[in-house]
């Protein structure tokens, strides 16, 4: 399943719902994939994260992260979320159904 930067996603219905998420506005986001070169996003497969355009809800914090740490490692600004758990949309701006089982 390709997400490069660029690519629409959403998380899925099935995420949504088993984290009680069904109803409000969590699932109607849309969420665009921003590069990163994390070790999680260099993962292969759904094991690994995809990086998306929403700020980390932790790096504003005081003193959650160092300015040390925000400079090491600049990836701490975006949300991450795992692979299995989005849906992307294809060139044609349908979301694209994914495969019960992928080996």
């Avoid at 390709?2 to 995420?15: D, W």
């Avoid at 975006?78 to 495969?99: C, F, S, Y």
């Amino acid at each position: 399943m390709n997400m490069s930067p660029g690519t629409k996603v959403r998380l899925t219905g099935k995420f949504l719902k088993n984290t009680g998420q069904q109803r409000g506005d969590e699932g109607v986001r849309e969420f665009t994939v921003v590069e990163c070169g994390c070790a999680s996003c260099k993962l292969a497969g759904d094991g690994g994260t995809v990086a998306v355009d929403e700020r980390r809800g932790t790096y504003d914090l005081p003193g959650y992260y160092t300015d040390a740490e925000k400079a090491a490692h600049p990836e701490l600004v975006h949300r991450h979320i795992l692979r299995v758990n989005l849906q992307p949309k294809d060139a044609d701006g349908r979301w694209v159904q994914r495969a019960r089982f992928e080996p």
